[in-house]
């Protein structure tokens, strides 16, 4: 009798469902008309088979973003899961496009998938990649700006898995000083 | 129990083929 073992043809479950946006800035439309779902996936290898089928940021147009959200939560500041929420920001300089990002950002999905944070991966709603003229911009968001340990634990640990020198310092905003700010540059509650 | 992945255990399946 041969007993198969369900290691070998079981896909590996993920602890929560995500979701894959992808925003195309197309000017002729509204915001929510340019964000686009584009699958869904709850285990490892339903993620590695979206990821090596779908162009890297670096490869991405100015103005596009991918999102990785919890599914049920929207990639905007509106939701409820994310209104009272901030992010961790690392700002790229035009360099690290070539360099850094597509390295950045797969680091970025493994730490959500695999829940990278301990107790802390519960306050993660989901990453954000922006591809801007500028500069690129990596974020991870959280659902509440105000639960700092949480906050820290995602930050000092993100940072770790970049491998960013310690004395580059990163910062976490809150959603409401974003959307409210006149200036270009939004204040850091916390920084590591 | 909850399911946390490290970076190997992951990266260990990106070029497998999906067989289910």
Known sequence: ?192 | GKKQYDREFLLGFQFMAACV
């Open chain 1, 1 to 192: 009798t041969v007993v198969a073992n369900p290691e070998e043809y079981m896909k590996h479950p993920l602890q929560n469902k995500w979701a894959l946006w992808y925003f195309k800035n197309d000017k002729s439309k509204s915001w929510t008309e340019n964000l686009r779902l584009i699958a869904k996936f709850d285990t490892v290898e339903d993620f590695w088979a979206l990821y090596n089928h779908i162009q890297q940021p670096s490869k991405l147009g100015f103005g596009c973003d991918y999102c990785l959200f919890k599914d049920g939560i929207k990639p905007m500041w509106e939701d409820d899961r994310n209104k009272l929420g901030g992010r961790w920001l690392m700002t790229l300089n035009k360099q690290q496009r070539h360099n850094d990002l597509d390295r950045y950002w797969m680091e970025t999905l493994l730490c959500l998938i695999g829940e990278s944070f301990g107790e802390a991966s519960e306050d993660v709603c989901g990453a954000v990649v922006n591809v801007r003229p500028k500069g690129d911009k990596l974020a991870i968001w959280t659902g509440n700006c105000e639960n700092k340990e949480a906050i820290m634990t995602i930050g000092q640990q993100y940072k770790e898995r970049l491998s960013i020198p310690s004395k580059a310092l990163i910062g976490y905003q809150s959603h409401d000083d974003t959307s409210s700010k006149s200036g270009s540059t939004t204040k850091n509650i916390f920084t590591v």
